[in-house]
């Protein structure tokens, strides 16, 4: 039902030596070394010969390759010891004979699909080419609209990630955005990510962000850029974690100048989940 078919029998069958001895390896043997490589070829017009020939830089180029290859063919990818479409293998029957399960099991999305691309690295060479290639698939391929919906290839963007964090900010909530986001591509299926993707995108640059003793040393600092008078000092401990911070902006710096001899002093603030004492003069 997916375009051409080698199984893998056949692929391994194949003499690669002798297709490069037949043909123009400068013209016929296609190098990929990334994404951007992608716009000059033709997917939907290769053969099986074309990705026998098809040579990669590194394993994840590859990858690259077979994704793209799945997104404009209709279906998804999994990773693994070799590239595979996502409904390679089938579900565990176990799984789906539970008969007292409180919610409904998830739908069966392995149905033992064949489609399949293993990349062999030649460690002598360094070369990493096409081993065998199957694109047998045993279900239909969907249809283009809908195809940014396939896990392999949804993705928020870093343009999407700074809308994204814009829209926070203007204090949107991610449902508000993810809405936001399908008016104005036409409809939550050409998004090209779901609402749950948000979410991981968020926590994972919170993750590689700053952390927070870093991101308000660094608050502090830019208040400076708008007020000479602002103070801070810190302190760390034996495992160069944040201990101590005190910090006093310029008005309360002349306040106290003026006013010093009334002093409140506030100590009753619980601690957080940081474990620290907040003290308020």
Same mark, same amino acid.
């Given at each position: 039902?997916?375009?051409?078919?080698?199984?893998?029998?056949?692929?391994?069958?194949?003499? @690669?030596?002798? *297709?490069?001895?037949?043909?123009?390896?400068?013209?016929? *043997?296609?190098?990929?070394?990334?994404? $951007? /490589?992608? $716009?000059?070829?033709?997917? @939907?017009? @290769?053969?099986?010969?074309? &990705?026998?020939?098809?040579?990669?830089?590194? +394993?994840?180029?590859?990858?690259?390759?077979?994704? %793209?290859?799945?997104?404009?063919?209709?279906?998804? *990818?999994?990773?693994?010891?070799?590239?595979?479409?996502?409904? %390679?293998?089938?579900?565990?029957?176990?799984?789906?004979?539970?008969?007292?399960?409180?919610?409904?099991?998830?739908?069966?999305?392995?149905?033992?699909?064949?489609?399949?691309?293993?990349?062999? *690295?030649?460690?002598? /060479?360094?070369?990493?080419?096409?081993?065998?290639?199957?694109? =047998?698939?045993?279900?239909?391929?969907?249809?283009?609209?809908?195809?940014? @919906?396939? !896990?392999?290839?949804?993705?928020?963007?870093?343009?999407?990630?700074?809308?994204? &964090?814009?829209?926070?900010?203007?204090?949107?909530?991610?449902?508000?955005?993810?809405?936001?986001?399908? =008016?104005?591509?036409? $409809?939550?299926?050409?998004?090209?990510? %779901?609402?749950?993707?948000?979410?991981?995108?968020?926590?994972?640059?919170? !993750?590689?962000?700053?952390?927070?003793?870093?991101?308000?040393? &660094?608050?502090?600092? &830019?208040?400076?850029?708008?007020?000479?008078?602002?103070?801070?000092?810190?302190? +760390?401990?034996?495992?160069?974690?944040? %201990? =101590?911070?005190?910090?006093?902006? $310029?008005?309360?710096?002349?306040?106290?100048?003026?006013?010093?001899?009334?002093?409140?002093?506030?100590?009753?603030?619980?601690? =957080?989940?940081?474990?620290?004492? +907040?003290?308020?003069?």
């Amino acid at each position: 039902m997916g375009g051409e078919t080698v199984p893998v029998e056949e692929a391994e069958a194949i003499d @690669l030596s002798a *297709v490069y001895a037949d043909i123009d390896v400068k013209v016929s *043997v296609r190098i990929v070394d990334r994404i $951007g /490589s992608f $716009g000059a070829i033709e997917f @939907l017009a @290769l053969t099986a010969k074309d &990705n026998l020939t098809t040579e990669f830089i590194n +394993l994840q180029a590859a990858y690259d390759y077979y994704n %793209e290859y799945g997104r404009i063919k209709g279906f998804s *990818v999994r990773r693994s010891k070799i590239f595979m479409c996502s409904t %390679e293998g089938e579900q565990d029957g176990k799984h789906m004979e539970q008969g007292e399960r409180k919610i409904d099991p998830r739908m069966i999305t392995w149905c033992g699909c064949e489609a399949r691309i293993k990349v062999h *690295v030649d460690d002598t /060479s360094g070369r990493r080419f096409v081993e065998k290639f199957c694109d =047998n698939h045993n279900y239909f391929m969907l249809d283009a609209r809908f195809r940014g @919906l396939m !896990r392999s290839h949804r993705a928020v963007k870093e343009g999407d990630l700074y809308q994204i &964090n814009s829209m926070r900010k203007a204090g949107l909530r991610v449902p508000m955005i993810f809405r936001a986001f399908a =008016n104005q591509s036409g $409809g939550f299926e050409t998004v090209g990510f %779901e609402i749950k993707d948000i979410y991981n995108a968020i926590e994972k640059q919170r !993750r590689a962000g700053a952390t927070d003793a870093e991101a308000v040393l &660094n608050f502090l600092a &830019n208040l400076r850029t708008t007020d000479c008078g602002m103070f801070w000092k810190y302190s +760390l401990d034996c495992e160069k974690r944040l %201990e =101590n911070l005190f910090w006093c902006d $310029g008005t309360s710096r002349y306040d106290y100048s003026v006013f010093g001899d009334v002093l409140e002093f506030d100590a009753t603030y619980g601690r =957080n989940k940081y474990k620290c004492l +907040l003290v308020i003069f």
